[in-house]
């Protein structure tokens, strides 16, 4: 597939690849993957694809978390097993889900995750509790 486009010269294009799960430490909105409200959280952007899974290693020395994702059917599973930190999860989907469970209780819209439509992403924002297993249905 080829893409064209032109780009300023104060905007570049990242190439991310399906599957892919990336910790961000985000403390301020410049880069449109949060905010203030964002510092103190680990930020997951992930791209779902088929089954992937990636091992963070906390820089404060607590130990790590691997986060773990399984896409079935109209099914998405979201785990993260290690040291449980306040996080959000940024996923990639191109359909706004029915349902979002996380821990077996179901989660509200508008409180527990939001739907970006612009940026086409599910926002789920985990402070406390702390919520280890999440399941996003389409």
């Given at each position: 597939?080829?893409?064209?486009r032109?780009?300023?010269?104060?905007?570049?294009?990242?190439?991310?690849?399906?599957?892919?799960?990336?910790?961000?430490?985000?403390?301020?909105?410049?880069?449109?993957?949060?905010?203030?409200?964002?510092s103190?959280?680990?930020?997951?952007?992930?791209?779902?694809?088929?089954?992937?899974?990636?091992?963070?290693?906390?820089?404060?020395?607590?130990?790590?978390?691997?986060?773990?994702?399984?896409?079935?059917?109209?099914?998405?599973?979201?785990?993260?097993?290690?040291?449980?930190?306040?996080?959000?999860?940024?996923?990639?989907?191109?359909?706004?889900p029915?349902?979002?469970?996380a821990?077996?209780?179901?989660?509200?819209?508008?409180?527990?995750?939001?739907?970006?439509?612009?940026?086409?992403?599910?926002?789920?924002?985990?402070?406390?509790?702390?919520?280890?297993?999440?399941?996003?249905?389409?």
């Amino acid at each position: 597939t080829k893409i064209t486009r032109k780009f300023p010269l104060d905007e570049y294009p990242v190439f991310i690849r399906q599957g892919a799960i990336i910790p961000l430490n985000v403390s301020r909105p410049y880069t449109a993957l949060g905010d203030k409200a964002s510092s103190g959280f680990t930020t997951y952007l992930i791209y779902p694809d088929d089954d992937s899974n990636f091992t963070v290693h906390h820089p404060d020395g607590t130990g790590s978390t691997t986060v773990s994702t399984k896409v079935k059917n109209d099914r998405l599973n979201i785990s993260l097993k290690g040291v449980e930190k306040p996080h959000i999860l940024r996923i990639h989907s191109s359909a706004k889900p029915i349902k979002i469970m996380a821990d077996d209780a179901v989660l509200d819209e508008k409180i527990g995750w939001t739907w970006d439509e612009e940026q086409v992403k599910i926002i789920i924002k985990s402070d406390p509790p702390i919520y280890q297993n999440y399941k996003i249905i389409f």
